[in-house]
Structures are given as structure tokens and as C-alpha cells.
């Protein structure tokens, strides 16, 4: 059990949303629009229109003008804000740092809790 919920906050603790910047680059006869980190599908996202229109999504297709999800279709030309859902490094990092810490606590608080059962 304890185990089990040791995993839980490990594995929800793994991840942030960063920024995204979005571009508009120019063709001969068009434009088109460029985002750094790149999006792929699949990526969760949480955004804001120009409207004022917010939400998030999965990722199920990018071209060069929108992003489409299940249930919404963005405009690249209309997004105010972009944050793709990334793995943090740092929040992994001190997450499998505090499970391993977790872990060996409760393991010698049994052991001890064991060992002095025996001597009673």
C-alpha cells in the first residue's frame, strides 16, 4: 500500500508546463507558423485564443496553420498562449530522491518495529 502511493506521487510529480513560443515565417507567397519546443502529436497542451478562449488538448494533428484536437481546432494565427506539458527533470529528480528516502525510512522503521518484537 504504502508502495503503491510512494509510485503514485512519483509519477504525478514528474511533469510541468512550459512555454511555448509561436512564429509566423513568411513564404514567397504565404506564410506559415513555427513553435519552439516543436509540438508533436500526442503532446498535451493548455492554451489561450486572442479572444480569450482557453483550454487544453491532445495533440492529434499539426500542419502549418493549426493544431487539431479532439474537440477543438486552434489557429496558430489566433493563439495568445501556448504551454506544451513537458517532463521536469528537476521535479523527477526529487521525486525518485524522496521515494528512495521514503522508502528506506519505512523499511528500517519495520525492521526495527521486527527486531524489537523479537526481543520481547
Given at each position: 500500500m504504502t508502495l503503491l502511493m510512494v509510485a503514485v506521487m512519483v509519477l504525478s510529480g514528474c511533469s510541468s508546463y512550459k512555454k511555448v513560443k509561436v512564429e509566423q515565417e513568411p513564404t514567397l507567397h504565404s506564410h506559415y507558423f513555427l513553435t519552439e519546443p516543436p509540438l508533436y502529436v500526442g503532446d498535451k497542451i493548455k492554451y489561450?485564443?486572442?479572444?480569450?478562449?482557453?483550454?487544453?488538448?491532445?495533440?492529434?494533428?499539426?500542419?502549418?496553420?493549426?493544431?487539431?484536437?479532439?474537440?477543438?481546432?486552434?489557429?496558430?494565427?489566433?493563439?495568445?498562449?501556448?504551454?506544451?506539458?513537458?517532463?521536469?527533470?528537476?521535479?523527477?529528480?526529487?521525486?525518485?530522491?524522496?521515494?528512495?528516502?521514503?522508502?528506506?525510512?519505512?523499511?528500517?522503521?519495520?525492521?526495527?518495529?521486527?527486531?524489537?518484537?523479537?526481543f520481547i
Open positions: 489561450r485564443l486572442k479572444d480569450g478562449r482557453k483550454g487544453e488538448l491532445a495533440i492529434e494533428k499539426i500542419t502549418a496553420q493549426e493544431i487539431v484536437g479532439k474537440n477543438a481546432t486552434l489557429p496558430l494565427s489566433q493563439i495568445a498562449m501556448l504551454e506544451k506539458k513537458d517532463i521536469s527533470t528537476v521535479k523527477t529528480g526529487a521525486a525518485i530522491g524522496g521515494g528512495a528516502i521514503a522508502i528506506g525510512v519505512i523499511l528500517t522503521v519495520a525492521l526495527a518495529t521486527g527486531l524489537a518484537s523479537a
